[in-house]
C-alpha cells in the first residue's frame, strides 16, 4: 500500500532526519508543501542526497509564482542533486485568489492558466521541445537535462472538471488535499480516468488529515480547527461537497486503528492510488498520540 507522509521540518537538519527515518519506516514519499524552508526544492534536494529510495513530491507549487520553463528546469536540477532517476514528482496548482492576488496576480482565468501550464511543464519534464503560442504563455524551450532521460512526473493539484481533465490529459495524475472516498469515486476517478483514455492510468494521490484517536468527536474538532481555512476556499467547499460533507473537520480520518484502517482502505478502493497522510496531533499527549498514528500507518505502508 503506497503512504506518504506530509514532509517539513524547522531546519535543514530535521528535514534530513525526517526523510531518512520516514525511508527506514517504509513510506513510499514525502510529499512536501510549498512554503517548507522557504522552497520546497531546497528541502528535497537535501533529504534525496541523504537517501536512497524513498520518492518526493511537492504539495504543491504554485503555478503563478515561476514561469513552467523555470519549473521545469529547477526541477530538472534537484533530480540531478539528488543523483538517481525516478525519486521525483512535481505537484503544481495555481493556488487560490487570496493567495496569488495580493502578490500582484490578477488570477482572473486560473484554468486556462493552469491548462497552458501544464500542457508545457509536463512536454519539458518528459525530455521534449515546445513551442508554444497561446493566451496566457508564448514559449519556444528546450528541455532540461534529465538523469538517464527519465521524465519527471507532473501531477495537478486539480478538483474541479477542467483541471481534472487537465492533470488526465497533460499529467500523470492528480494530488488532491479535503477529498474524501465519496469524492473521489464519484467525482475525481471518474473525470479523470476518462480524460486519460489512451494514456497510462493516472495517479490519485488522496491527501487527507488524520489521527488514531479513541474519541472521535474530539479529533474532528481539532481537525475542523487546525484546517479551517480550506473550508472558506470555494475550490476546497466544493470537493467537501461531492464527499457529502461541509467541513474539514468531517473529511479528516479518524477513530481507532480498526477504523482509520476501514478509511484508508476505502480511500484505495474508491480509486486513489496513493495516500498521502497529513498526521495530526490530538489531545493532551502529544508524542503519544503522534507515535500511535505513525504505527499504523507504518504498519499498513508495508502491507
Request: net charge negative.
Amino acid at each position: 500500500m503506497r503512504i506518504g507522509l506530509t514532509g517539513g521540518g524547522r531546519d535543514t537538519e530535521a528535514v534530513i532526519r525526517q526523510a531518512q527515518q520516514a525511508e527506514a519506516d517504509g513510506f513510499s514519499t514525502l510529499w512536501y508543501p510549498g512554503a517548507v524552508l522557504g522552497d520546497p526544492l531546497v528541502a528535497i534536494a537535501l533529504a534525496g542526497r541523504a537517501t536512497s529510495t524513498i520518492e518526493f513530491g511537492t504539495a504543491v507549487v504554485q503555478s503563478y509564482t515561476c514561469h513552467p520553463a523555470l519549473q521545469a528546469n529547477r526541477f530538472a536540477s534537484v533530480a540531478a542533486a539528488i543523483g538517481t532517476s525516478g525519486r521525483l514528482t512535481l505537484g503544481v496548482g495555481p493556488s487560490h485568489a487570496p493567495a496569488m492576488q495580493p502578490i500582484g496576480f490578477d488570477y482572473d482565468t486560473p484554468g486556462r492558466h493552469t491548462d497552458e501550464y501544464v500542457q508545457i511543464l509536463a512536454a519539458l519534464l518528459r525530455g521534449e521541445s515546445v513551442d508554444v503560442s497561446g493566451d496566457e504563455f508564448t514559449v519556444t524551450a528546450g528541455p532540461p537535462t534529465l538523469i538517464d532521460g527519465e521524465p519527471i512526473p507532473v501531477l495537478v493539484s486539480a478538483l474541479g472538471p477542467r483541471l481534472l481533465r487537465v492533470a488526465g490529459q497533460y499529467g500523470a495524475g492528480t494530488i488532491l488535499w479535503m477529498a474524501n472516498a465519496k469524492a473521489i469515486e464519484d467525482h475525481v476517478a471518474p473525470r479523470i480516468t476518462t480524460a486519460a483514455t489512451g494514456r497510462p492510468a493516472p495517479r490519485i494521490v488522496a491527501g487527507l488529515p488524520v489521527a488514531v484517536h479513541d474519541d472521535v468527536a474530539e479529533a474532528r474538532e481539532t481537525a475542523a480547527r487546525e484546517f479551517v481555512v480550506y473550508g472558506t476556499l470555494p475550490n476546497y467547499q466544493r470537493i467537501l461537497a461531492h464527499g457529502g460533507i461541509t467541513s474539514p473537520g468531517d473529511a479528516a480520518i479518524v477513530g481507532d486503528e480498526a477504523s482509520v484502517a476501514e478509511q484508508i482502505n476505502a480511500l484505495f478502493d474508491a480509486g486513489a492510488t496513493d495516500f498521502w497522510a497529513a498526521p495530526m496531533v490530538v489531545g493532551d499527549d502529544r508524542s503519544g498520540s503522534r507515535a500511535r498514528t505513525r504505527a499504523l500507518l507504518q504498519e499498513l505502508a508495508a502491507s
